[in-house]
């Protein structure tokens, strides 16, 4: 079945980096933009990042823009999130999701959504 | 960035009522509506798309509407299961937005 599995969440202080991925299974992972959305505690769903199916298109939420990379290994069928120069306000559960498209970044033309998600991983940013 | 506004924040209701939950949009969004359902301590689950298409495994009690800026999730009769979060999200253009969410409560 479809599947998304994120690691590499943890307790870090504020300045330092993480590097989270989702491991993907169930489908062909190639063919899929892939997604990033955190949700701080307590608080409601926040859109992070996206990657396009082959890597080449990226786009980011101003919060993290110049701060985070998301990057995607097709031989291993993970997507990854590098989070540089981490903030409290970064403190959050991080969760991958699929995209039934294979673009980054768009305005209008087809639609999409994000399904599955995987179970997250929790960042906490602290001294 | 688009702005979604969700209404009520919070909703009481009773097993068997019918609640609406609305959706609106800063600018227009056409059909490019997604509705989620978040369960304590579980991730988002996608419950509707484009308005109203229902996720496979998704009950007939769920239904949305609306187009351009105004939205509405619908559920019928509700059940036990049905005491969530809910999430509306734009996808019409990046950065995709949600709205603050609505939690339903018994």
């Known amino acids: 079945q479809v599947q998304l599995v994120e690691s590499g969440g943890g307790v870090v202080q504020p300045g330092r980096s993480l590097r989270l991925s989702c491991a993907a299974s169930?489908?062909?992972?190639?063919?899929?933009?892939m997604q990033w959305v955190r949700q701080a505690p307590g608080r409601g769903l926040e859109w992070v990042a996206v990657?396009?199916?082959?890597?080449?298109?990226?786009y980011y939420a101003d919060s993290v823009k110049g701060r985070f990379t998301i990057s995607r290994d097709s031989a291993k069928n993970t997507v990854f999130l590098q989070m540089n120069s981490l903030r409290p306000e970064d403190t959050a559960m991080y969760y991958c999701?699929?995209?039934?498209?294979?673009?980054?970044?768009?305005?209008?033309?087809?639609?999409?959504?994000?399904?599955?998600w995987g179970q997250g991983t929790l960042v906490t940013v602290s001294s | 960035d688009i702005q979604m506004t969700q209404s009520p924040s919070s909703l009481s209701a009773s097993v068997g009522d019918r609640v609406t939950i609305t959706c609106r949009a800063s600018?227009?969004?056409?059909?490019?509506l997604n509705w989620y359902q978040q369960k304590p301590g579980k991730a988002p689950k996608l419950l509707m798309y484009?308005?109203?298409s229902l996720q496979s495994g998704v009950p007939s009690r769920f239904s949305g509407s609306g187009s351009g800026t105004e939205f509405t999730l619908t559920i019928t009769s509700l059940q036990p299961e049905d005491f969530a979060t809910y999430y509306c999200?734009?996808?019409?253009?990046?950065?995709?937005?949600f709205g603050q969410g609505t939690k339903l409560e018994i």
């Open positions: 999701a699929r995209d039934p498209l294979r673009w980054g970044e768009k305005t209008g033309g087809l639609y999409n959504w994000f399904d599955p």
């Open positions: 484009v308005v109203s």
């Open positions: 169930g489908f062909t992972f190639s063919n899929h933009a």
């Open positions: 999200q734009q996808s019409y253009t990046t950065p995709y937005t």
């Open positions: 990657i396009s199916d082959d890597g080449s298109s990226n």
């Open positions: 600018q227009s969004i056409s059909l490019y």
